[in-house]
């Protein structure tokens, strides 16, 4: 049975930085994509960055520069540098894995969380100002 655990979540305040890890299991399921989603108080959850098995990112545009995907394959974990942080990226940050390549490329999207058939419980980002 595949499981997402994420950590790394925590309280900061603006202009922090944070760095998120999602570790799958078991090691030898190796997902197509991962991506962070993230859901804050009220809101619909959103996607905020992917990547795929072979390292291609695609992140959203509300984070752009700001937020940092990476992934390592030989311990089959993800992570979710974010920096400069903002009131506005408090929420529950949750990973995901499954195959949601774009079509006829090697890119991953987010734009269909239905594509994603693993995921974590989340971990709670706070931002105060």
């Known amino acids: 049975q595949v499981q997402l655990v994420e950590s790394g979540g925590g309280s900061v305040h603006t202009g922090g930085s944070l760095r998120l890890s999602c570790k799958m299991s078991p090691s030898t399921y190796i997902s197509d994509c991962m991506a962070w989603f993230r859901q804050a108080p009220g809101k619909e959850r959103e996607g905020v960055a992917t990547?795929?098995?072979?390292?291609?990112?695609t992140f959203a545009d509300s984070i752009m520069g700001r937020f940092t995907i990476s992934r390592d394959n030989a311990v089959n974990t993800m992570y979710l540098q974010i920096n400069s942080l903002k009131p506005e990226d408090t929420g529950v940050y949750y990973c995901?894995?499954?195959?949601?390549?774009?079509?006829?490329?090697?890119?991953?999207?987010?734009?269909?969380?239905?594509?994603?058939?693993?995921w974590g419980r989340g971990t709670q980002v706070t931002v105060s100002s």
């Open positions: 995901a894995a499954g195959s949601a390549l774009v079509s006829g490329t090697r890119r991953c999207t987010f734009a269909d969380a239905s594509r994603y058939n693993y």
């Open positions: 990547i795929s098995k072979d390292l291609r990112s």
